[in-house]
Each structure stands twice: as C-alpha cells, then as structure tokens.
C-alpha cells in the first residue's frame, strides 16, 4: 500500500491565483482531514470529510474548498491565494472512528508570494 | 474548547540519556495520540492511549485522566531520536484532534 499520497511536494504561488492540492489514500478509509501547520504552530484543522459526498469546515476553513467524489481523493483548493496561506500543508485519513490512528501524508510546502 | 500544551517546546539531549515531554489539556477526551515528525516533515502516529501506559521499544507514554495529563518517555535517547513531538488531543466526533504546539528534541552524539 502507498498509504496516503500527496502532490506536489513543493509549489510557489502568486497572490491572487488558485491552485489544487491532491490527496488520496488506498486504505479504504471513511475519514480524511487537511491540515495546515505554521512554524512553532499546531497543526490546524482546515476541512474534514467522513465520506464520499459528505464533508465540513474545520478550525481553519476560510480561502479554502474541498470536494470528495471518491473514498480515495480529497483534493484541497485554494482560491485567491494570499501570502498567509503559506504553509504546510497535511493529508490525512483514518478508518471510521472517534479514537483511531490518522495516517498522515508526507505534506505539500506551499509559499505564496 | 479543548487547549493543548506541551512541555517544554524545545529539549537537547546527550546520548543516552532517559528524556520525557509533557502534554496536558483542558477538556476531558477519550484518546491521546503522541506523534513524530522528522526534519523533512512526515508524520508518524507513536501512540494511542486512553488509559494507563503504552509501551513500544523504548518509547513509552503514560496518560493520567483525571490529571488530563501524558507523557512520553524516551529511555536511552540515540540521536536518531531527533524529531518533533506532537500530543494530540482526540475522541471527539469524526476523529477530530487538537493538536499541541510540538516538542523539538534535539539529541546529540
């Protein structure tokens, strides 16, 4: 198994565009979450999803859209990207439960100029 | 809202040493998970507890409920021990965590 998978792995981009951060997972599971994590920073939760069709907003939902058509996608869109939004950015999914392990993608370095 | 803090944010160590970082948080929860972040960023789950210790070579976390407090311990610390240490807060709805700031640990040879 890949695990959970996360492209790209780098990408600058300019105030005001747009761009989509992928996700997918090949374990099956119900549960997906993005997170972004700032320097000296938590992680914070931006969107989560417990099924195809079914997602809400996290902590930190504002500048971002998520869609999840697939058990196995769950692609993170940014739009009017603007220089808070530099950050790292983590997938992660886990099967449905309140208290199971996330597995964690290996993050999208995002930097907004 | 449930707050999460770690102690301390950073930790240098020698080799060998036995070394422990400390996650307490405000509301009650059913789960803690400890995890690991290498320079480089990838994440990794170490534990998950909702009582007593856990155990996993020489990793070892401990959780008090009625405290609302863990900790990780790290017996004979190797270099390659060298990571971010992340409590998460869990056992909400959909899995949700809270997440501590992180622990930086640094061991040296």
């Known amino acids: 198994n890949a695990g959970v998978t996360q492209t790209p792995k780098f990408h600058i981009l300019k105030i005001g565009q747009s761009m989509t951060l992928q996700c997918t997972q090949d374990?099956?599971?119900?549960?997906m979450y993005w997170y972004r994590q700032d320097p000296g920073m938590g992680l914070k939760l931006i969107y989560y999803?417990?099924?195809?069709?079914?997602?809400d907003k996290g902590e930190v939902p504002n500048g971002y859209n998520v869609s999840r058509s697939t058990t196995e996608d769950f692609p993170l869109r940014l739009e009017l990207a603007a220089p808070s939004q530099t950050s790292v950015y983590f997938c992660?999914?886990?099967?449905?439960?309140?208290?199971?392990?996330?597995?964690f993608g290996p993050g999208t370095r995002l930097t907004v100029l | 809202k449930n707050e999460v803090e770690q102690s301390p944010q950073n930790l240098t160590a020698q080799e060998g040493e036995f070394i422990t970082i400390n996650c307490s948080y405000s509301?009650?929860?059913?789960?803690l998970h400890w995890l690991q972040q290498h320079p480089g960023g990838g994440i990794v789950s170490l534990f998950m507890?909702?009582?007593g210790k856990k155990k996993h070579g020489r990793l070892i976390a401990t959780i008090n409920i009625q405290e609302k407090h863990s900790s990780l311990h790290i017996t004979a610390s190797h270099p390659r021990d060298s990571a971010v240490y992340i409590c998460a807060s869990g056992g909400t709805s959909y899995g949700k965590l809270t997440f501590g700031q992180g622990t930086i640990l640094t061991v040296h040879p």
């Open positions: 509301v009650g929860i059913s789960a």
């Open positions: 374990m099956n599971h119900n549960y």
């Open positions: 992660a999914s886990s099967y449905p439960s309140s208290t199971d392990t996330q597995y």
């Open positions: 999803s417990v099924g195809a069709g079914i997602t």
């Open positions: 507890l909702s009582s």
